[in-house]
């Protein structure tokens, strides 16, 4: 008959891979929302840049219509 021993140190390595695996999903929770928050940043930033550039575009084509420079 068998007998495998249980070893004492048993319940700490499975806290231990627990708390691993609790920071492991804490990490890559953290890391996603960075990667949001940067993607984000940069949508608001372009969208910011094509409202000036469409502005003006459109005040270079208003002028245009007076015979102005442009």
């Not at 499975?14 to 993607?39: D, G, P, W």
Request: glycine fraction near 2%.
């Amino acid at each position: 008959m068998d007998t495998t021993v249980v070893s004492p140190f048993a319940r700490a390595k499975t806290v231990v891979f627990r708390r691993l695996i609790t920071f492991r999903h804490y990490l890559n929770a953290t890391k996603t929302c960075a990667r949001a928050l940067r993607e984000a940043r940069r949508r608001r930033k372009q969208q910011a840049k094509d409202a000036r550039l469409r502005d003006f575009f459109a005040w270079c084509s208003g002028c245009e219509a007076y015979g102005s420079i442009f």
